[in-house]
């Protein structure tokens, strides 16, 4: 038995709440809480021999709201996902997407860049695919994140200072210049 037609998954429960508001009975909206997979934290999750393919696993603190969200999914007539519009948000509803066993294909990802309501119902009339090059986009800075960030940053602990980590983002920034630098 349904008790709501439209599913619209968000990254935040404030969005969540001021969304619903607007939208009525008819919609439902919950937030993912941000990403519901990552790499594991026990081992590498690279797959070397296979282009450098990430091994997703749902995150433990998830598990509750992937269940959450079948549970949702299960009662609606259609999902909407709604995350962030950046690679990381992309990639979030492309995750939300296999958690929930839907295809990447479906024309069911909204973006706005505004929480009016305004920008919501426009939103709603124009869904799209998710936008795998976005996809991919992340994935790569994830996996040179994990490459990166994984080896260094027990070298740093060892030799600088306890808990210091090699930072995601400029560790493989100062890679590339560097490799640039001595090409």
Known sequence: RRYFMKLIIVE?????????????KEYKVLASGGHV??????????????????????????RETINR??????????????????????????HLAHVLNMSDTDTNRIEFNEITEKAIKSAIKS?????????DAQQ????????????????????????LSAGRVQSV?????VDKERE
Do not use: H, M
């Not at 969304?19 to 009525?24: A, D, N, S, T």
């Not at 969200?69 to 492309?94: H, M, N, Q």
């Not at 869904?127 to 996809?135: C, E, G």
């Not at 800075?141 to 990166?148: F, M, T």
């Open 140 to 163: 790569a800075r994830r996996v040179l994140d994990r490459i990166v960030g994984y080896t260094l940053s027990p070298i740093i602990c060892k030799r600088i200072q306890p808990k």
């Open 37 to 62: 997979r990552d790499l594991p934290e026990s081992s590498f999750g690279i797959d070397f021999d296979n282009d450098f393919a990430p091994k997703y696993v749902i995150a433990p603190k998830k």
């Open 69 to 94: 969200l079948k549970e949702a999914k299960a009662k609606a007539d259609f999902v909407y996902l709604a995350t962030d519009p950046d690679r990381e948000g992309e990639a979030i509803s492309w």
């Open 12 to 24: 935040s429960p404030n969005k969540a709440s001021t969304i619903e508001r607007w939208l009525g």
């Open 127 to 135: 869904p799209r695919k998710i936008d795998l090059n976005l996809v």
């Open 173 to 177: 920034a100062l890679k590339l210049v």
